[in-house]
């Protein structure tokens, strides 16, 4: 297999606090010899494990950028007991934008994972995430939000996995990160994400959705950064307990928890963000833009349990998705 072109300004094996960059050649109309260059930045110290963190996987998700340049910016090798390995913006060209894509080649980082060292400026990230960057850590942390098309309530997430004891170490960093919510999470897709090319090898892996709307607020950005740190020192990289407040633990049983459109128009929200529901409850109503004097359709909950996450423009598209009804647990 070729090599990946990404060149790392920082030494992953050195001891103390550097910000750099992963250098990724790329000939462009305004450059013609020029590089996207990501930002980096590793903290190391001693013996113990190492943690990836990243945010930005979609552009337009901001709680993890934000979290992670302040924790970047402050943490100290002394602090630390192994390795954090931080990357703010995963998709840097789709953050740039303010896209949940890439702008050059359209790319869903999540979605194109194992990548490809000879494919797309996005394979090519991916690439180097799945064969030099993974198989470094012991603990991987995702920070996601619903960016612009999305809103949920603020949850931390792990899947369902064949090994047992890997799902329990799973669980246990999830319900360590202490969101206000933890979510054993089903994916309407799992084929190239960034978790399932993490969790193939064997690492504990959460991931968070915490918010949406394509901004950030001081409410989401602090649960951010206070999982991160709780994430650390339940990993051991960081001393100390893991700081502990109420959190309530939703599970997502079968496909009935998603609703999708088969219309289009204009939303009205039904249910609000966090409410119970009871199957059948109308969730939103989809009305007709185009003439008044017509019935909006009416979509409903499969099941009971709460609305975990909706839809956020103000119009919708056949096909899209409508919202997310988990169930305590």
């Given at each position: 297999?070729?090599?990946?072109?990404?060149?790392?300004?920082?030494?992953?094996?050195?001891?103390?606090?550097?910000?750099?960059?992963?250098?990724l050649?790329?000939?462009?109309?305004?450059?013609?010899?020029?590089?996207?260059?990501?930002?980096?930045?590793?903290?190391?110290?001693?013996?113990?494990?190492?943690?990836?963190?990243?945010?930005?996987?979609?552009?337009?998700?901001?709680e993890?950028?934000?979290?992670?340049?302040?924790?970047?910016?402050?943490?100290?090798?002394?602090?630390?007991?192994?390795?954090?390995?931080?990357?703010?913006?995963?998709?840097?060209?789709?953050?740039?934008?303010?896209?949940?894509?890439?702008?050059?080649?359209?790319?869903?980082?999540?979605?194109?994972?194992?990548?490809?060292?000879?494919?797309?400026?996005?394979?090519?990230?991916?690439?180097?995430?799945?064969?030099?960057?993974?198989?470094?850590?012991?603990?991987?942390?995702?920070?996601?939000?619903?960016?612009?098309?999305?809103?949920?309530?603020?949850?931390?997430?792990?899947?369902?996995?064949?090994?047992?004891?890997?799902?329990?170490?799973?669980?246990?960093?999830?319900?360590?990160?202490?969101?206000?919510?933890?979510?054993?999470?089903?994916?309407?897709?799992?084929?190239?994400?960034?978790?399932?090319?993490?969790?193939?090898?064997?690492?504990?892996?959460?991931?968070?959705e915490l918010?949406?709307?394509?901004?950030?607020?001081?409410?989401t950005?602090?649960?951010?950064?206070r999982?991160?740190?709780?994430?650390?020192?339940?990993?051991?990289?960081?001393?100390?307990?893991?700081?502990?407040?109420?959190?309530?633990?939703?599970?997502?049983?079968?496909?009935?928890?998603?609703?999708?459109s088969?219309?289009?128009?204009?939303?009205?929200?039904?249910?609000?963000?966090?409410?119970?529901?009871?199957?059948?409850d109308?969730?939103?109503?989809?009305?007709?833009?185009?003439?008044?004097?017509?019935?909006?359709?009416?979509?409903?909950?499969?099941?009971?349990?709460?609305?975990?996450?909706?839809?956020?423009?103000?119009?919708?598209?056949?096909?899209?998705?409508?919202?997310?009804?988990?169930?305590?647990?």
């Open positions: 297999m070729l090599d990946n072109p990404i060149s790392p300004t920082v030494d992953f094996d050195k001891p103390g606090v550097q910000h750099g960059h992963l250098r050649p790329h000939s462009h109309d305004e450059s013609a010899w020029g590089s996207i260059t990501i930002p980096i930045a590793v903290i190391a110290n001693g013996e113990g494990p190492t943690a990836i963190l990243t945010g930005a996987n979609h552009g337009d998700e901001y993890g950028p934000v979290a992670l340049m302040d924790l970047a910016r402050r943490m100290t090798a002394d602090e630390v007991s192994g390795r954090i390995i931080i990357v703010p913006m995963m998709n840097y060209p789709a953050f740039l934008a303010g896209k949940r894509t890439s702008p050059i080649d359209g790319g869903n980082m999540n979605r194109v994972f194992p990548g490809s060292p000879g494919g797309t400026v996005t394979e090519k990230i991916a690439d180097y995430f799945q064969r030099t960057l993974l198989p470094e850590a012991d603990y991987v942390l995702d920070i996601h939000s619903g960016g612009r098309t999305l809103e949920f309530v603020p949850f931390a997430a792990a899947h369902e996995l064949p090994d047992r004891t890997q799902r329990a170490r799973c669980v246990a960093a999830m319900e360590a990160f202490n969101a206000p919510y933890s979510m054993m999470l089903l994916e309407m897709d799992a084929a190239g994400m960034y978790d399932t090319a993490a969790e193939e090898q064997g690492k504990v892996f959460v991931s968070t918010g949406g709307g394509g901004s950030a607020t001081t409410q950005v602090a649960i951010a950064k999982g991160i740190q709780n994430l650390l020192r339940h990993a051991g990289i960081l001393s100390g307990a893991p700081e502990h407040r109420e959190s309530f633990t939703l599970g997502m049983p079968d496909e009935r928890c998603y609703v999708i088969e219309s289009q128009g204009l939303v009205e929200p039904c249910v609000a963000l966090g409410g119970t529901v009871r199957a059948g109308v969730l939103m109503r989809v009305h007709d833009v185009h003439r008044t004097g017509t019935e909006p359709v009416e979509y409903r909950a499969n099941i009971d349990g709460i609305l975990a996450g909706r839809h956020f423009p103000g119009l919708i598209r056949h096909g899209d998705f409508i919202a997310v009804v988990a169930v305590p647990v």
